[in-house]
């Protein structure tokens, strides 16, 4: 794995010396590189933790601590450094004025902050905290590059504040929609807003019950708030299938700004709730039912719309093949059916079992799913495309590979929470004692395998696309 991981590495170590004289959409590229860069490293280490859960093969990985770490890096590269690495490529290509300067040092200061993430992997003593949103090895290299990676961002996202002074006047993309360039604006200034809670978080809560206990409550109001730039992440990206589509925007600008501000505005007061301190049952509580409450009705009203644009439009163009050729149409079909599938598990979760990773991973693959397809149509929009009918035909049913191995993955893990089994456990930790813990985890590791295949089926299709550029040019 170490060789893999070196070899991958050669990707952000030549974005090191990006210049700032670039060509207006290669500010969005080199973001993507990065996200992706980022997502092939959490799937290597997603393979260790399916297997130490897998029933007949746990056993052969006897150190819960070295999957424990797995985790850690694998849940930090796929749900901060690629979610908000793909954000900022998708604002970059949505926005028509950059600051060259902020793009270039929040860039830099990414990529550093990740190499200092993956330092302490192999260090022994840096021991893995599973806090809930944002996991940590409690090592110094490790919370420093978790640090300045968060830096990074808030230099990146600061263009969504100072774009109208940006000395860069860009043309854009083909697939650029206002409704969209709206909402990932909106999702760049809710990431800047949870970076800042998770600092002050940092600074205010008092280490009296242990680390695990303050990197809990840490992370936890800044993680949640990380949450409704996700969903605005998705919707983004649902806005662009919308009008790829239909040709035409999906939701009104009038009902579009209502909704991001019914969403949006709640995110960027929470910090309040940190008023009477981090212990307090304000901070606990207040997050969690502000999520709870805001993200799902805008969410189900965007579904709604854009379903109900797809509709009309496939009826007055009377279209009687299946919409399920359409990479567009299987991007949004899987993101919404997994959206929707963690609403429902996430109004089932009692006390703490698997079902609330199910819920979780149900609802941020529907984020995932929605962002890999995006990933598509922008490689084609730079020039990068896989030309052979056969490539083209798996590019267009791989969100629906990667859709079925998620759902199959969140109904094992919601049926085995459902039967007891308890959370964060792996190999021996698990003591698997029934038929129905089995069956429960079996699917999940069926379901992990086939996500897992639609993830590399990702990973071939953006490298064909890759190889493709580099023989024309």
Same mark, same amino acid.
């Given at each position: 794995?170490?060789?893999?991981?070196?070899?991958?590495?050669?990707?952000?170590?030549?974005?090191?010396?990006?210049?700032?004289?670039?060509?207006?959409?290669?500010?969005?590229?080199?973001?993507?590189?990065?996200?992706?860069?980022?997502?092939?490293?959490?799937?290597?280490?997603?393979?260790?933790?399916?297997?130490?859960?897998?029933?007949?093969?746990?056993?052969?990985?006897?150190?819960?601590?070295?999957?424990?770490?797995?985790?850690?890096?694998?849940?930090?590269?796929?749900?901060?450094?690629?979610?908000?690495?793909?954000?900022?490529?998708?604002?970059?290509?949505?926005?028509?004025?950059?600051?060259?300067?902020?793009?270039?040092?929040?860039?830099?200061?990414?990529?550093?902050?990740?190499?200092?993430?993956?330092?302490?992997?192999?260090?022994?003593?840096?021991?893995?905290?599973?806090?809930?949103?944002?996991?940590?090895?409690?090592?110094?290299?490790?919370?420093?590059?978790?640090?300045?990676?968060?830096?990074?961002?808030?230099?990146?996202?600061?263009?969504?504040?100072?774009?109208?002074?940006?000395?860069?006047?860009?043309?854009?993309?083909?697939?650029?929609?206002?409704?969209?360039?709206?909402?990932?604006?909106?999702?760049?200034?809710?990431?800047?807003?949870?970076?800042?809670?998770?600092?002050?978080?940092?600074?205010?809560?008092?280490?009296?019950?242990?680390?695990?206990?303050?990197?809990?409550?840490?992370?936890?109001? +800044?993680?949640?708030? !990380?949450?409704?730039?996700?969903?605005?992440?998705?919707? #983004? *990206?649902? $806005? %662009? /299938?919308?009008?790829?589509?239909?040709?035409?925007?999906?939701?009104?600008?009038?009902?579009?700004?209502?909704?991001?501000?019914?969403?949006?505005?709640?995110?960027?007061?929470?910090?309040?709730?940190?008023?009477?301190?981090?212990?307090?049952?304000?901070?606990?509580? +207040?997050?969690?039912? !502000?999520?709870?409450?805001?993200?799902?009705?805008?969410? #189900? *009203?965007? $579904? %709604? /719309?854009?379903?109900?644009?797809?509709?009309?439009?496939?009826?007055?163009?009377?279209?009687?093949?299946?919409?399920?050729?359409?990479?567009?149409?299987?991007?949004?079909?899987?993101?919404?059916?997994?959206?929707?599938?963690?609403?429902?598990?996430?109004?089932?979760?009692?006390?703490?079992?698997?079902?609330?990773?199910?819920?979780?991973?149900?609802?941020?693959?529907?984020?995932?799913?929605?962002?890999?397809?995006?990933?598509?149509?922008?490689?084609?929009?730079?020039?990068?495309?896989?030309?052979?009918?056969?490539?083209?035909?798996?590019?267009?049913?791989?969100?629906?590979?990667?859709?079925?191995?998620?759902?199959?993955?969140?109904?094992?893990?919601?049926?085995?929470?459902?039967?007891?089994?308890?959370?964060?456990?792996?190999?021996?930790?698990?003591?698997?004692?029934?038929?129905?813990?089995?069956?429960?985890?079996?699917?999940?590791?069926?379901?992990?395998?086939?996500?897992?295949?639609?993830?590399?089926?990702?990973?071939?299709?953006?490298?064909?696309?890759?190889?493709?550029?580099?023989?024309?040019?």
């Amino acid at each position: 794995m170490f060789l893999l991981l070196r070899k991958a590495a050669k990707l952000p170590l030549e974005l090191l010396a990006i210049p700032l004289e670039m060509a207006q959409r290669d500010y969005s590229r080199q973001w993507l590189k990065v996200g992706l860069f980022s997502l092939l490293l959490s799937g290597l280490f997603s393979l260790i933790i399916v297997l130490a859960r897998t029933p007949g093969i746990a056993g052969l990985i006897n150190d819960p601590i070295f999957a424990r770490k797995s985790l850690v890096l694998h849940v930090d590269f796929a749900l901060v450094v690629w979610f908000y690495a793909f954000l900022a490529a998708l604002y970059f290509s949505l926005t028509r004025r950059i600051n060259i300067y902020l793009f270039s040092a929040g860039l830099k200061l990414a990529l550093f902050g990740v190499f200092l993430m993956m330092v302490p992997v192999f260090i022994p003593g840096a021991e893995p905290i599973l806090a809930n949103y944002i996991p940590v090895l409690d090592h110094p290299l490790f919370l420093a590059g978790l640090m300045i990676l968060g830096a990074g961002f808030v230099l990146t996202f600061l263009n969504s504040v100072a774009q109208n002074s940006g000395p860069i006047e860009r043309v854009m993309p083909s697939y650029y929609s206002e409704r969209a360039s709206e909402t990932v604006r909106a999702a760049g200034m809710i990431v800047m807003i949870a970076t800042g809670t998770i600092v002050t978080s940092a600074i205010i809560t008092p280490e009296v019950s242990g680390r695990i206990f303050f990197y809990e409550l840490t992370m936890w109001g +800044g993680g949640h708030i !990380l949450q409704f730039a996700n969903v605005l992440g998705m919707i #983004t *990206v649902w $806005l %662009i /299938l919308a009008k790829k589509i239909t040709g035409e925007e999906a939701v009104s600008a009038s009902i579009n700004r209502g909704l991001i501000w019914i969403l949006a505005l709640p995110a960027a007061l929470s910090p309040l709730l940190m008023i009477q301190g981090t212990t307090s049952q304000l901070y606990y509580a +207040g997050f969690t039912q !502000l999520m709870r409450w805001f993200i799902f009705p805008v969410v #189900t *009203v965007y $579904l %709604i /719309l854009v379903i109900r644009a797809i509709w009309k439009n496939k009826r007055s163009e009377n279209r009687s093949g299946s919409l399920f050729t359409s990479l567009c149409f299987n991007g949004f079909f899987v993101s919404a059916l997994l959206t929707v599938t963690g609403f429902i598990l996430g109004a089932m979760i009692r006390g703490s079992s698997t079902l609330i990773p199910a819920h979780y991973h149900a609802s941020l693959g529907g984020v995932t799913v929605a962002y890999m397809t995006m990933v598509f149509i922008m490689m084609r929009e730079y020039g990068y495309s896989v030309k052979k009918p056969k490539n083209i035909r798996w590019m267009n049913m791989q969100p629906l590979l990667f859709g079925l191995g998620q759902t199959i993955f969140v109904v094992g893990f919601a049926y085995a929470g459902l039967m007891g089994m308890g959370r964060k456990m792996f190999g021996q930790d698990q003591n698997i004692h029934t038929i129905e813990a089995v069956i429960g985890l079996g699917l999940m590791s069926i379901g992990g395998i086939l996500a897992m295949a639609g993830g590399i089926l990702f990973i071939y299709i953006v490298i064909k696309s890759y190889k493709n550029r580099q023989q024309t040019d």
